[in-house]
């Protein structure tokens, strides 16, 4: 028993830092924007067919996907931010018109993912981030989860540093305090938007490089439920707060495997009734401070 | 008096005569132009793989039968042509209601035929029986749809879940095999087979050491597995749907955690997806109920037999046909057969054409037989075991002995 708990909170530990890195794209361009990424599931997604692609199709391991997913974000980035998020932010209801906006997105990517890859699963070969099994604490785990969790470490790790050392960074968090102060002080929002858009994007992506390894396979239907995963995630967490993203993760990870260990059945259901609960006791989330009304 | 007689035949012939005309041409203005089958298929999500698989078996049947000038319907003494009316219900439950909803009352289809499955047949099922219409249906096999008798609802390609796994239990009793672990998918088609199989171990003394359900969405295996492990099974018996495979069978082999006896469902449903996705390596030694066309049915009275729809669908198509296409082709075939011999053309008639054919009828499937209930108990799967050769798996039925074509491999080499 004791030797099932340890599996379950060392792998919920894992599992969890990998979902902080799904999730954490989306809180970035919501805490930025103030707009909710409906499609953020599908680029997750395009980011599994991107590691798929280079591997399948080059013969490369499927790591390279990841700078794959990077380009693709900016290709697709900057271009989707500047045809639809300015017309958003003038109309008189920029957050609702996001969700039915990138609803209709979602639709798009997923639908041409079908048209570019076919609607089955597709998977990467088991053994191209290490075939074996890394212990901790005498549990182990597969290669391809700690290769996960060590990007995800380094991705999250990374978007600190840039929030905390760069003057970009604390341009951001300006601008996630509050957009028109931040405005009034000079800081070039769009910019500072768009940038944030592009990162959450390719941190998407990069997530979804891992998907085929943590979750089976990839295809082009998986978006949705991430998505809905990663909303749960974030709201646990702190809406708005992206660092706050990593406790989200981890608490959805711990007791999605606990579930799993003690009741199956039941596992699915963890992120809901998680978010539930967060949302009636503490509703700013997990790390959410109390807002100060003027 | 003759005279008068005479007259009275004379009269009554005619009478006769123009009733049968009148009759004839009654007939002829009923009989419809086209024959409208309705449809769904998943164009996208879990399901688009195996319900895309089915809806192409299915047209290829009405091309074929469309090529020999329709099908032909007893009712109105005529071939008529088949037009196949198809919507994608993007596998979801509530998309799927609504458009059978519209093939029954806006399309108004002659014929409905369920999309791939037990979720996505689950909401025809009612449906169906509310308009009064026979739901002919070539996968949906969740026991819960066949608990009584009735009119509008035939499962025409799949045996009902519930006796899949009888096959694989006696194998289980018969090798000995106590220490068993049971996961499956908290959907009826899976529940259905896990209940089973666990009741029939019951009345063979064995109680399953694991017999615990997973969301029907579960995509991670790795840490359930090391419960399962923990438990120290000898065989591991996942009943999941092929996405649901593939994710087991991803983590099982990662895990690096090793079982003498791991069995799934679709590798003998879908091997080239199956072997696609987890590599042939990964599927060595995996039990399955093998099914058409890894076996094979000769001996037909209706449509082709397995080796020739096999042959003729990979030239048309360019692609080789998995069981799923085949139970589509099947569909289209009982539903000929039902319209050769429904002497009128109504619902209620269809359903008693299946019945009366039920036990006579021999498909690329094997036997059909189908229960007042609208269930298939026809041809019960064997067991089989995938075993190396070369770079790929070979299929070996190694259960029951009359249908084995080789021994198992057991205890799984690591």
């Known amino acids: 028993m004791v030797s099932l708990l340890e599996y379950a909170v060392i792998g919920g530990i894992l599992f969890g830092i990998f979902f902080s890195l799904i999730g954490i794209g989306l809180n970035l361009i919501f805490g930025v924007m103030r707009m909710i990424n409906l499609a953020h599931g599908q680029f997750v997604m395009l980011g599994g067919f991107a590691a798929f692609v280079v591997s399948h199709d080059f013969g490369l391991n499927p790591l390279f996907g990841i700078p794959l997913s990077i380009v693709g974000a900016i290709i697709i980035g900057y271009p989707l931010y500047y045809a639809v998020v300015p017309r958003l932010q003038k109309s008189h209801d920029p957050e609702m018109l996001s969700f039915i906006l990138f609803f209709g997105i979602a639709q798009v990517i997923e639908a041409l993912a079908i048209f570019a890859f076919g609607a089955d699963q597709r ?10 099994n890394l212990g901790i604490l005498g549990q182990d785990f597969p290669d391809s989860w700690w290769v996960a969790v060590a990007v995800s470490v380094i991705a999250i790790g990374g978007l600190y540093l840039y929030f905390s050392r760069t003057k970009l960074g604390y341009a951001t968090r300006a601008v996630m305090a509050d957009r028109d102060e931040a405005r009034a002080t000079g800081i070039n929002v769009d910019r500072v938007s768009v940038i944030a858009f592009v990162i959450g994007l390719a941190l998407a992506a990069c997530a979804g490089v891992f998907v085929p390894y943590l979750l089976g396979s990839v295809s082009p239907d998986i978006g949705d439920n991430l998505t809905a995963t990663s909303f749960a995630i974030i709201i646990i967490g702190s809406l708005g707060d992206p660092i706050g993203t990593v406790v989200g993760g981890l608490v959805f990870g711990l007791g999605t495997m606990l579930m799993q260990t003690f009741y199956a ?11 539930v609960i967060i949302v009636l006791i503490r509703p700013t989330g997990l790390l959410g401070r109390a807002v100060r009304h003027a | 008096m003759i005279k008068s007689k005479t007259r ?5 012939a005619a009478g006769v005569a123009m009733a049968a005309l009148a009759a004839g041409s009654a007939s002829a203005a009923t009989a419809p132009s086209v024959l409208k089958i309705g ?3 998943a164009g996208s999500g879990p399901f688009a793989v195996a319900s895309q698989s089915e809806y192409q078996g299915l047209q290829f049947w009405a091309a074929n039968v469309n090529k020999a000038g ?4 007893k009712a109105f003494d005529k071939k008529i042509p088949v037009k196949i009316i198809a919507y994608d219900d993007q596998s979801s439950t509530s998309t799927a209601t609504t458009l059978y909803n519209q093939l029954i009352t806006q399309d108004k289809v002659d014929l409905l035929v369920s999309d791939f499955g037990s979720v996505l047949t689950s909401v025809a099922v009612p449906l169906a029986a509310e308009h009064h219409m026979l739901l002919i249906d070539p996968t949906g096999s969740g026991a819960n749809f066949f608990t009584k008798k009735t009119r509008y609802l035939a499962d025409v390609s799949i045996p009902t879940s519930t006796v899949w796994p009888e096959a694989l239990a006696h194998y289980l009793l018969e090798q000995k095999i106590k220490k068993i672990a049971i996961i499956y998918g908290s959907n009826d088609f899976d529940a259905s087979q896990a209940t089973e199989l666990k009741r029939v171990l019951g009345k063979g003394g064995v109680d399953p050491v694991y017999f615990h359900s997973v969301p029907t969405t579960e995509s991670n295996y790795t840490v359930l597995l090391h419960t399962v492990a923990a438990r120290h099974p000898d065989a591991v018996i996942e009943f999941g749907y092929a996405n649901n495979d593939i994710a087991f069978l991803h983590a099982l082999s990662a895990s690096g955690l090793h079982f003498n006896m791991t069995f799934t469902v679709f590798p003998g449903q879908l091997l080239s997806l199956l072997t696609k996705n987890v590599g042939a390596k990964a599927l060595a030694y995996t039990y399955t109920y093998p099914t058409p066309p890894l076996v094979k049915y000769s001996d037909v009275n209706a449509g082709m037999n397995t080796d020739d729809f096999v042959k003729e669908f990979t030239a048309e198509k360019h692609e080789a046909p998995n069981y ?3 139970a589509g082709y099947n569909a289209g075939v009982i539903m000929q057969g039902m319209l050769k011999t429904s002497p009128t053309f109504s619902q209620t008639a269809f359903d008693q054409a299946l019945l009366d054919m039920s036990g006579k009828t021999k498909t690329l499937l094997g036997e059909f037989r189908m229960t007042d209930h609208g269930s298939q108990i ?13 770079d790929s798996n070979k299929i070996v039925v190694v259960y029951p002995k009359d249908k084995a074509t080789g021994t198992a491999v057991y205890p799984a080499p690591k």
């Open chain 2, 324 to 326: 799923l296409t085949v």
């Open chain 2, 8 to 12: 009275m035949a004379v009269g009554l």
């Open chain 1, 265 to 275: 059945s039941w596992s699915n259901l963890v992120p809901y009734v998680l978010l």
């Open chain 2, 70 to 73: 329709g099908v032909f319907v």
């Open chain 2, 378 to 390: 026809g041809e019960l799967f064997p067991i089989a075991q995938l075993i190396p050769e070369g």
């Open chain 2, 39 to 41: 449809t769904l298929y």
């Open chain 1, 123 to 132: 998977s990467l070969p088991g053994d191209a981030l290490g075939g074996g």
